[in-house]
């Protein structure tokens, strides 16, 4: 079996590929990467979500790291992943294995490796990971390695604190209801809230490993509880985040469900105005020309990257940029950890209603009449061998016409995206994270969107 790193770590389903066997030899590979690596420190953070056996794994992992002569921090309960990030800035260790599959549907379980920045690693590095898995000859056992327990809740909190304007909040008041959709995010944002004397409502805030008999996404279809809940207590907003909070939903108080592209171009805006920031934003392929609207409004450049939040936290690094954002709901803004953030999101979204006393989805339509509106979908087509054939061919294809369009340039960053006037565009790539083909799209109307998609799928599949 072979183990690939995709875009945001390894993931598979667990007792199939995910097994202990095969996470002893991924822990065995990164304790060869680590030992061999110039400068290391032999310090490593392992942590894990609340999916099914993550304590388990963390342990075998643990255990196996530190009799290779590691110092191992073992975080204490089931911890966010951009918790793991500042931990692993602020106590300056060589980096963090967490045990985590994200948003996925419960039976996945993954090893997500971030780097001595915070960051996700970046290909030059898992590529090296991957590299190891093939060495015959294991790592030798050493003397000096130890467990220690972490708990990095509190000094996570307390950096939010710098910058999240918390004052605005406080003085605004408000009524919020957030779900963490029963993960890492319960105990996190809620409390940085409720520490603050602001009015939260929490939902499914215990553990279980099959997350309701659904995937741990915030995405609209996933919220029907959340939109209730803000229904019957007329709250000023509801959030929610996914299985490792580094996503994030969030939903106005009238239920309109605020698309993550939407939020990432709002924000901006918002940024932008409040902190007088005028660097860059980032955003992936995949993410609205909104943000490019926006940008072009206020005057700051746009960075495209591929998929996977890496290359975004690579700019964010450099000091290059105000925001970075993902439209699978990822996240990070200027000082922050390279690491979308789920639950920093949700919080930017209550202060800019605070700040501007405006409700959000007001914001979004005055947004609109200002820049335009847009409209965004995807689509998922199962990877079988068949549809992995036809996608190679396609990515190779360089048309001047699709579906009665004229394309106007064709972008091969991750995939292969034909872009048509009016910012309208077409993107086919596999997942990093799942075994599909995604299809995006995004016109300037609802209908031109499912007509494009219907015509990629029927491009695609022939």
């Not at 549907?105 to 915070?118: A, L, N, R, V, W």
């Not at 960051?119 to 060495?135: M, Q, S, Y």
């Not at 319960?186 to 995937?215: C, I, M, P």
């Not at 989805?361 to 087509?381: A, D, F, H, P, T």
Request: glycine share 10%; aromatic share 8%.
């Amino acid at each position: 079996m072979s183990i690939k790193f995709g875009t945001s770590g390894w993931r598979a389903v667990i007792a199939d590929e995910f097994t202990f066997a095969n996470v002893r030899n991924v822990t065995e590979a990164i304790c060869r990467y680590l030992k061999n690596e110039p400068g290391s420190r032999c310090r490593l953070i392992v942590g894990h979500d609340t999916r099914f056996m993550g304590e388990k794994f963390s342990d075998v992992a643990a255990e196996m790291i530190a009799a290779k002569g590691l110092k191992v921090l073992r975080c204490d309960h089931p911890v966010p992943t951009p918790t793991v990030a500042h931990a692993i800035r602020s106590l300056k260790t060589d980096g963090a294995m967490n045990f985590t599959a994200s948003h996925n549907p419960p039976e996945y379980q993954g090893i997500k490796f971030s780097t001595p920045d915070g960051a996700p690693a970046l290909p030059e590095v898992t590529n090296k990971i991957e590299a190891a898995l093939g060495d015959a000859d294991p790592v030798p056992d050493e003397d000096g390695g130890s467990i220690e327990g972490l708990d990095p809740r509190q000094a996570y909190l307390d950096d939010l604190a710098t910058k999240i304007n918390f004052d605005a909040i406080e003085k605004a008041g408000g009524k919020f209801v957030y779900d963490p959709l029963w993960g890492t995010g319960r105990g996190y944002l809620n409390k940085a809230l409720a520490d603050r004397g602001v009015s939260v409502e929490t939902l499914h805030d215990w553990r279980d490993v099959t997350f309701g008999g659904q995937a741990p996404e915030p995405g609209e279809e996933h919220l029907s509880d959340l939109k209730a809940a803000i229904k019957s207590s007329e709250a000023t907003l509801g959030l929610a985040t996914d299985g490792d909070s580094d996503r994030f939903g969030v939903i106005a108080h009238d239920g309109t469900f605020i698309t993550p592209n939407e939020l990432i171009a709002l924000l901006t805006d918002y940024l932008v105005e409040t902190r007088g920031w005028k660097l860059g934003v980032a955003r992936s392929v995949a993410t609205s020309h909104l943000v490019d609207r926006v940008a072009k409004d206020r005057g700051i450049k746009v960075f495209e990257t591929p998929v996977g939040f890496k290359y975004i936290g690579a700019l964010i690094n450099k000091d290059e940029i105000i925001l970075g954002g993902e439209e699978s709901a990822g996240l990070t803004i200027r000082g922050h950890y390279p690491e979308k953030d789920g639950i920093l999101a949700c919080l930017l979204a209550v202060e800019a209603v605070a700040v501007r006393q405006t409700p959000l989805v007001e914001q979004l339509k005055q947004l609109w009449n200002r820049v335009g509106r847009l409209y965004s979908g995807r689509i998922g087509i199962k990877l079988s061998d068949e549809v992995a054939v036809k996608l190679k061919e396609k990515l190779a294809e360089d048309p001047t016409e699709f579906a009665g369009r004229k394309v106007l340039s064709t972008d091969r960053i991750d995939g292969v995206q034909f872009r048509f006037e009016n910012d309208t565009w077409i993107l086919l790539r596999p997942s990093g994270t799942e075994p599909v083909v995604r299809i995006y799209a995004e016109a300037e109307s609802d209908d031109d969107v499912g007509k494009l998609l219907e015509e990629g799928k029927k491009y695609l599949l022939g």
